[in-house]
């Protein structure tokens, strides 16, 4: 009997939300303030940090566009590490994104919708646990439910919060009673070493508001016609998001003007409140809400299918490679990984988590992004309906800046590094395991 597999059913317009819908979570909504604050209150140079991170983002969509396109198989950025550079560089990236990144992510954005949800109902410890664990089952269930379902879900979800954004940015830019202080405050600071350290802290939290872009990767395997749609679909959610980025940003300097926006880790709620009063808190907040539940939702979609590709290749739980047969779905992968986001959730702290994920991702964003020198160089007839524009340097800009923002953490925060690379560490004696399993299955 052959073996269940995956069915191609994301449009490009689907792969486009994915994109969108993944990254937008809670950063944009309390990024923005740290990132004033670390270059030193000056708008100018805080747009251009958001700005950098946009152009590194989309040099990595750039570079996994073509990946995608010449390996349109489920499992992304796992698939391109384990064609370049073998099985076990891939697995440790399976097992990080599993026990770290993606369940981390996930995890993180759990806690941050129970703070939320505050707004609207008292909560205590117990209950903000049990409301993020609730939120990560329910979009574990919409994720069994049916790839269809939840790329409509995660559709939905993403064009409110889009629309919510755009339409918060008019209303905000409008107001302007930030504006006059605008001229004084942008490119003023000095230029040295504390603004140029401060920059770098702020890259860090403004690639955690980019975080998710890669993660369309995963989902190839069931896009439709992937050579063509893969690459735009990356490429286009990646550059919509930057544009929203900043003019979410502009939004939130007119309405506070830059000291105020600086002081405040709620500058979208306190921009609000400022343009239309004090009862329009809760507006932000719902917003806030449904864009955190539409990334949780679009990590379990994709990243579910990493840990399906691992179980196919033999280094993973076996019953992970399954595929539903009503559903279609690889639905006990993303059962077992929503179960460990629960666990993740109930015992670590935000910011902790936050640590954890940048560190890790980046590491293998580094890896992946390389895999493209090694795949040019070892299936040099490979069908690209996409190239990756402005090869070599391209991919290389965006493996070098991966690498160094990885050093980067390493210096500012040892001990939680040290902890990320242990988790990784782990992955050896386990991939070891299921090797001998493997071949012991084989030999029986």
Same mark, same amino acid.
Request: charged share 10%.
């Given at each position: 009997?052959?073996?269940?597999?995956?069915?191609?059913?994301?449009?490009?317009?689907?792969?486009?939300?994915?994109?969108?819908?993944?990254?937008?979570?809670?950063?944009?909504?309390?990024?923005?303030?740290?990132?004033?604050?670390?270059?030193?209150?000056?708008?100018?140079?805080?747009?251009?940090?958001?700005?950098?991170?946009?152009?590194?983002?989309?040099?990595?969509?750039?570079?996994?566009?073509?990946?995608?396109?010449?390996?349109?198989?489920?499992?992304?950025?796992?698939?391109?590490?384990?064609?370049?550079?073998?099985?076990?560089?891939?697995?440790?990236?399976?097992?990080?994104?599993?026990?770290?990144?993606?369940?981390?992510?996930?995890?993180?954005?759990?806690?941050?919708?129970?703070?939320?949800?505050?707004?609207?109902?008292?909560?205590?410890?117990? *209950?903000?646990?049990? @409301? /993020? !664990?609730?939120?990560?089952?329910? +979009?574990? =269930?919409?994720? #069994? &439910?049916?790839?269809?379902?939840?790329?409509?879900?995660?559709?939905?979800?993403?064009?409110?919060?889009?629309?919510?954004?755009?339409?918060?940015?008019?209303?905000?830019?409008?107001?302007?009673?930030?504006?006059?202080?605008?001229?004084?405050?942008?490119?003023?600071?000095?230029?040295?070493?504390?603004?140029?350290?401060?920059?770098?802290?702020?890259?860090?939290?403004?690639?955690?508001?980019?975080?998710?872009?890669?993660?369309?990767?995963?989902?190839?395997?069931?896009?439709?016609?992937?050579?063509?749609?893969?690459?735009?679909?990356?490429?286009?959610?990646?550059?919509?998001?930057?544009?929203?980025?900043?003019?979410?940003?502009?939004?939130?300097?007119? *309405?506070?003007?830059? @000291? /105020? !926006?600086?002081?405040?880790?709620? +500058?979208? =709620?306190?921009? #609000? &409140?400022?343009?239309?009063?004090?009862?329009?808190?809760?507006?932000?907040?719902?917003?806030?809400?449904?864009?955190?539940?539409?990334?949780?939702?679009?990590?379990?979609?994709?990243?579910?299918?990493?840990?399906?590709?691992?179980?196919?290749?033999?280094?993973?739980?076996?019953?992970?490679?399954?595929?539903?047969?009503?559903?279609?779905?690889?639905?006990?992968?993303?059962?077992?990984?929503?179960?460990?986001?629960?666990?993740?959730?109930?015992?670590?702290?935000?910011?902790?988590?936050?640590?954890?994920?940048?560190?890790?991702?980046?590491?293998?964003?580094?890896?992946?992004?390389?895999?493209?020198?090694?795949?040019?160089?070892?299936?040099?007839?490979?069908?690209?309906?996409?190239?990756?524009?402005?090869?070599?340097?391209?991919?290389?800009?965006?493996?070098?800046?991966?690498?160094?923002?990885?050093?980067?953490?390493?210096?500012?925060?040892?001990?939680?590094?040290?902890?990320?690379?242990?988790?990784?560490?782990?992955?050896?004696?386990?991939?070891?395991?299921?090797?001998?399993?493997?071949?012991?299955?084989?030999?029986?």
């Amino acid at each position: 009997m052959p073996e269940a597999s995956l069915t191609r059913t994301l449009r490009l317009r689907d792969l486009v939300f994915i994109v969108i819908g993944t990254v937008i979570g809670s950063g944009i909504f309390v990024v923005p303030g740290a990132v004033l604050r670390q270059t030193e209150g000056d708008v100018g140079y805080a747009l251009v940090v958001w700005v950098l991170g946009g152009v590194l983002s989309l040099l990595g969509a750039l570079t996994y566009g073509e990946l995608g396109g010449m390996i349109p198989e489920a499992g992304g950025a796992y698939v391109y590490v384990r064609d370049a550079f073998g099985p076990l560089p891939a697995f440790l990236l399976g097992w990080t994104l599993f026990f770290v990144i993606s369940t981390g992510s996930v995890a993180t954005l759990a806690v941050a919708f129970a703070e939320y949800l505050r707004q609207f109902v008292p909560l205590g410890p117990t *209950a903000r646990t049990l @409301a /993020a !664990a609730l939120m990560i089952s329910v +979009v574990g =269930a919409v994720n #069994v &439910r049916g790839t269809r379902h939840s790329a409509s879900v995660q559709n939905w979800s993403t064009g409110i919060k889009v629309a919510a954004i755009l339409a918060m940015s008019v209303v905000l830019l409008g107001s302007g009673h930030g504006l006059p202080e605008l001229r004084s405050a942008t490119f003023t600071a000095r230029l040295g070493p504390s603004l140029l350290s401060g920059a770098g802290v702020a890259m860090i939290a403004v690639l955690w508001a980019y975080e998710g872009w890669a993660n369309v990767a995963a989902s190839a395997g069931e896009a439709l016609d992937p050579q063509r749609t893969f690459p735009r679909g990356i490429v286009i959610g990646t550059v919509t998001l930057v544009a929203i980025y900043l003019l979410a940003n502009v939004a939130y300097i007119a *309405a506070l003007g830059p @000291a /105020a !926006a600086a002081r405040t880790d709620r +500058v979208a =709620a306190d921009a #609000v &409140r400022a343009s239309l009063g004090p009862g329009a808190g809760t507006l932000i907040a719902a917003a806030v809400l449904v864009a955190m539940f539409s990334a949780a939702n679009g990590l379990t979609l994709t990243n579910s299918r990493v840990y399906y590709a691992m179980a196919r290749d033999g280094v993973f739980f076996r019953k992970l490679a399954e595929i539903h047969p009503r559903f279609g779905t690889p639905a006990f992968s993303v059962l077992v990984s929503s179960a460990w986001a629960i666990a993740l959730a109930a015992t670590g702290s935000f910011e902790q988590l936050f640590t954890y994920v940048i560190f890790a991702a980046w590491v293998f964003y580094a890896l992946a992004g390389a895999s493209v020198f090694v795949l040019r160089r070892r299936r040099p007839d490979a069908p690209r309906p996409f190239r990756v524009p402005g090869y070599p340097w391209t991919p290389l800009v965006f493996v070098a800046s991966a690498a160094a923002i990885v050093l980067n953490t390493i210096w500012a925060r040892p001990q939680r590094s040290l902890l990320g690379l242990g988790v990784v560490a782990l992955g050896l004696p386990a991939y070891h395991a299921w090797r001998r399993a493997r071949a012991r299955a084989a030999d029986g």
